[in-house]
Protein backbone atom coordinates (compact mmCIF):
# COMPACT_ATOMS: atom_id res chain seq x y z
CA UNK A 1 0.00 0.00 0.00
CA UNK A 2 1.12 3.72 0.44
CA UNK A 3 1.83 6.03 2.91
CA UNK A 4 1.99 9.59 2.33
CA UNK A 5 3.23 11.99 5.36
CA UNK A 6 2.36 16.40 5.19
CA UNK A 7 1.99 18.46 7.73
CA UNK A 8 -1.46 19.15 8.68
CA UNK A 9 -1.13 23.47 8.92
CA UNK A 10 1.28 25.81 8.11
CA UNK A 11 1.49 29.01 8.86
CA UNK A 12 4.12 31.69 6.47
CA UNK A 13 3.81 35.84 6.15
CA UNK A 14 3.24 37.28 2.66
CA UNK A 15 5.85 38.11 0.77
CA UNK A 16 8.15 34.84 2.33
CA UNK A 17 9.05 31.83 0.90
CA UNK A 18 7.47 28.43 2.67
CA UNK A 19 8.72 24.66 2.02
CA UNK A 20 5.83 22.02 2.31
CA UNK A 21 7.44 18.68 2.97
CA UNK A 22 5.95 15.30 2.43
CA UNK A 23 7.89 11.78 2.72
CA UNK A 24 5.87 8.94 0.97
CA UNK A 25 6.40 4.57 1.41
CA UNK A 26 5.14 3.02 -1.85
CA UNK A 27 5.54 0.05 -4.23
CA UNK A 28 5.78 0.85 -8.32
CA UNK A 29 6.52 4.21 -7.38
CA UNK A 30 6.30 6.41 -10.66
CA UNK A 31 6.18 9.78 -9.89
CA UNK A 32 4.90 12.45 -7.43
CA UNK A 33 2.25 15.36 -7.57
CA UNK A 34 1.52 18.48 -5.84
CA UNK A 35 -2.00 19.58 -5.86
CA UNK A 36 -3.67 22.81 -4.81
CA UNK A 37 -7.16 22.99 -3.59
CA UNK A 38 -9.10 25.88 -2.46
CA UNK A 39 -11.63 25.37 0.50
CA UNK A 40 -14.86 24.19 -1.82
CA UNK A 41 -12.96 23.75 -4.41
CA UNK A 42 -11.64 21.09 -6.76
CA UNK A 43 -8.02 20.15 -6.66
CA UNK A 44 -5.25 22.00 -9.17
CA UNK A 45 -2.78 20.74 -10.57
CA UNK A 46 0.47 22.53 -10.01
CA UNK A 47 3.95 19.97 -10.45
CA UNK A 48 4.22 16.25 -11.00
CA UNK A 49 8.33 14.87 -10.76
CA UNK A 50 9.22 12.29 -11.81
CA UNK A 51 12.92 11.95 -11.40
CA UNK A 52 15.06 13.02 -8.76
CA UNK A 53 15.93 17.14 -8.64
CA UNK A 54 14.26 20.41 -8.43
CA UNK A 55 11.86 21.43 -11.07
CA UNK A 56 10.80 25.35 -11.01
CA UNK A 57 8.04 26.71 -12.43
CA UNK A 58 7.82 30.22 -11.52
CA UNK A 59 6.83 30.96 -7.77
CA UNK A 60 6.82 27.50 -7.40
CA UNK A 61 9.23 24.59 -7.03
CA UNK A 62 9.09 20.76 -6.50
CA UNK A 63 11.91 18.83 -5.32
CA UNK A 64 11.83 15.45 -5.35
CA UNK A 65 14.26 12.27 -3.63
CA UNK A 66 13.28 9.14 -4.43
CA UNK A 67 15.79 7.30 -2.67
CA UNK A 68 14.94 9.07 0.62
CA UNK A 69 11.01 9.08 -0.30
CA UNK A 70 11.04 12.56 0.48
CA UNK A 71 9.69 15.78 -1.51
CA UNK A 72 9.03 19.27 -0.54
CA UNK A 73 6.67 21.94 -2.38
CA UNK A 74 8.97 25.58 -1.98
CA UNK A 75 6.38 28.76 -2.83
CA UNK A 76 8.14 32.19 -3.14
CA UNK A 77 6.76 35.42 -2.78
CA UNK A 78 3.70 34.66 -1.00
CA UNK A 79 0.62 36.13 -2.04
CA UNK A 80 -2.64 35.93 0.28
CA UNK A 81 -4.20 34.12 -2.72
CA UNK A 82 -1.85 31.34 -1.90
CA UNK A 83 -4.13 30.51 1.31
CA UNK A 84 -5.14 26.86 0.49
CA UNK A 85 -4.19 23.26 0.99
CA UNK A 86 -1.59 21.56 -0.74
CA UNK A 87 -2.04 17.90 -1.34
CA UNK A 88 1.30 15.69 -2.03
CA UNK A 89 0.01 12.68 -4.13
CA UNK A 90 2.15 9.88 -5.55
CA UNK A 91 1.65 7.98 -8.49
CA UNK A 92 1.82 4.19 -8.35
CA UNK A 93 1.76 0.99 -10.64
CA UNK A 94 1.54 0.08 -13.90
CA UNK A 95 -1.91 1.98 -14.45
CA UNK A 96 -1.13 5.02 -12.72
CA UNK A 97 -3.20 4.87 -9.41
CA UNK A 98 -2.83 8.46 -7.81
CA UNK A 99 -2.68 8.38 -4.09
CA UNK A 100 -3.00 11.73 -2.26
CA UNK A 101 -1.72 12.56 1.30
CA UNK A 102 -3.74 14.54 3.79
CA UNK A 103 -3.28 17.73 2.76
CA UNK A 104 -1.56 20.27 4.21
CA UNK A 105 -3.57 23.75 4.68
CA UNK A 106 -1.24 26.69 4.43
CA UNK A 107 -2.86 29.77 5.84
CA UNK A 108 -0.90 33.44 4.90
CA UNK A 109 -0.63 36.19 7.10
CA UNK A 110 -0.20 39.77 6.22
CA UNK B 1 -14.15 20.50 -24.93
CA UNK B 2 -13.05 22.82 -21.28
CA UNK B 3 -12.11 20.18 -18.74
CA UNK B 4 -13.84 16.97 -16.29
CA UNK B 5 -17.83 18.03 -16.17
CA UNK B 6 -19.77 16.18 -12.88
CA UNK B 7 -23.39 16.59 -12.54
CA UNK B 8 -24.87 17.11 -10.23
CA UNK B 9 -22.81 19.72 -8.13
CA UNK B 10 -24.84 19.20 -5.59
CA UNK B 11 -27.43 16.43 -3.69
CA UNK B 12 -29.35 16.42 -0.40
CA UNK B 13 -30.76 12.56 -0.02
CA UNK B 14 -32.22 10.78 2.66
CA UNK B 15 -30.95 8.16 4.12
CA UNK B 16 -31.96 4.47 2.59
CA UNK B 17 -32.47 6.34 -1.00
CA UNK B 18 -30.25 5.61 -3.78
CA UNK B 19 -28.17 8.08 -5.82
CA UNK B 20 -26.22 8.56 -8.78
CA UNK B 21 -23.44 10.88 -10.20
CA UNK B 22 -22.36 11.23 -13.32
CA UNK B 23 -18.31 12.11 -14.33
CA UNK B 24 -18.36 13.38 -18.51
CA UNK B 25 -14.13 12.85 -18.30
CA UNK B 26 -11.99 15.15 -20.81
CA UNK B 27 -12.93 13.38 -24.25
CA UNK B 28 -9.21 12.00 -25.14
CA UNK B 29 -8.29 10.65 -21.88
CA UNK B 30 -8.52 6.90 -21.55
CA UNK B 31 -8.22 6.79 -17.53
CA UNK B 32 -10.75 8.09 -14.87
CA UNK B 33 -10.98 8.11 -11.46
CA UNK B 34 -13.60 8.66 -8.81
CA UNK B 35 -12.44 9.76 -5.58
CA UNK B 36 -14.50 11.05 -2.00
CA UNK B 37 -13.07 14.11 0.43
CA UNK B 38 -14.48 15.05 3.58
CA UNK B 39 -13.60 18.05 5.35
CA UNK B 40 -10.18 18.11 6.57
CA UNK B 41 -9.52 15.45 4.54
CA UNK B 42 -7.33 14.56 1.17
CA UNK B 43 -9.37 12.70 -1.79
CA UNK B 44 -9.59 9.34 -0.70
CA UNK B 45 -9.29 6.53 -3.52
CA UNK B 46 -12.61 4.96 -4.98
CA UNK B 47 -11.92 3.25 -7.74
CA UNK B 48 -10.09 3.74 -10.94
CA UNK B 49 -10.87 2.86 -15.29
CA UNK B 50 -8.79 2.26 -18.18
CA UNK B 51 -11.17 2.69 -21.19
CA UNK B 52 -14.12 0.59 -19.99
CA UNK B 53 -12.31 -1.34 -17.69
CA UNK B 54 -12.65 -1.36 -13.94
CA UNK B 55 -9.18 -1.80 -12.70
CA UNK B 56 -8.92 -1.26 -9.31
CA UNK B 57 -11.83 -0.56 -6.42
CA UNK B 58 -11.00 0.41 -3.24
CA UNK B 59 -11.68 -1.68 0.21
CA UNK B 60 -13.40 1.43 1.20
CA UNK B 61 -16.32 0.75 -1.28
CA UNK B 62 -18.91 -1.26 0.33
CA UNK B 63 -20.92 -3.10 -2.05
CA UNK B 64 -23.53 -0.56 -1.74
CA UNK B 65 -21.10 1.46 -4.15
CA UNK B 66 -21.07 0.76 -7.86
CA UNK B 67 -19.37 2.73 -10.93
CA UNK B 68 -19.70 1.91 -14.41
CA UNK B 69 -17.97 3.38 -17.55
CA UNK B 70 -20.02 1.64 -20.22
CA UNK B 71 -18.31 2.64 -23.55
CA UNK B 72 -14.94 4.27 -22.13
CA UNK B 73 -16.57 7.30 -21.90
CA UNK B 74 -18.71 8.97 -19.30
CA UNK B 75 -18.63 7.09 -15.77
CA UNK B 76 -21.86 6.57 -13.14
CA UNK B 77 -21.03 6.51 -9.66
CA UNK B 78 -24.26 5.08 -7.57
CA UNK B 79 -24.69 4.63 -3.78
CA UNK B 80 -27.18 2.55 -2.71
CA UNK B 81 -29.07 2.82 0.42
CA UNK B 82 -27.56 5.97 1.14
CA UNK B 83 -26.18 6.57 5.13
CA UNK B 84 -25.29 9.44 6.82
CA UNK B 85 -21.68 8.46 6.73
CA UNK B 86 -21.71 8.87 2.40
CA UNK B 87 -22.31 13.02 3.37
CA UNK B 88 -18.64 13.93 1.35
CA UNK B 89 -17.39 15.38 -1.94
CA UNK B 90 -17.03 13.10 -4.65
CA UNK B 91 -14.36 13.89 -7.07
CA UNK B 92 -13.97 13.07 -10.43
CA UNK B 93 -10.56 12.43 -12.43
CA UNK B 94 -8.94 11.70 -15.61
CA UNK B 95 -5.83 11.65 -17.43
CA UNK B 96 -4.49 10.30 -20.67
CA UNK B 97 -2.17 7.23 -20.70
CA UNK B 98 1.00 7.87 -23.09
CA UNK B 99 4.63 8.48 -23.07
CA UNK B 100 4.28 10.55 -20.14
CA UNK B 101 1.88 10.34 -18.27
CA UNK B 102 -0.45 13.28 -17.57
CA UNK B 103 -1.46 14.52 -14.33
CA UNK B 104 -5.34 14.22 -13.02
CA UNK B 105 -7.52 16.97 -13.90
CA UNK B 106 -10.53 17.12 -11.72
CA UNK B 107 -13.46 18.14 -11.93
CA UNK B 108 -15.78 20.42 -9.69
CA UNK B 109 -17.51 17.54 -7.78
CA UNK B 110 -20.30 16.82 -6.65
CA UNK B 111 -21.42 17.32 -2.68
CA UNK B 112 -23.67 15.06 -1.01
CA UNK B 113 -25.15 15.87 1.63
CA UNK B 114 -27.28 12.47 3.49
CA UNK B 115 -30.34 13.64 6.11
Known amino acids: GQNIDQPTEMTATEGAIVQINCTYQTSGFNGLFWYQQHAGEAPTFLSY????GLEEKGRFSSFLSRSKGYSYLLLKELQMKDSASYLCAVGSGGYQKVTFGIGTKLQVIP | DTGVSQDPRHKITKRGQNVTFRCDPI?????LYWYRQTLGQGPEFLTY????????KSRLLSDRFSAERPKGSFSTLEIQRTEQGDSAMYLC?????????????FGQGTRLTVV
Open chain 2, 49 to 56: FQNEAQLE
Open chain 2, 27 to 31: SEHNR
Open chain 1, 49 to 52: NVLD
Open chain 2, 93 to 105: ASSQRGARDTEAF
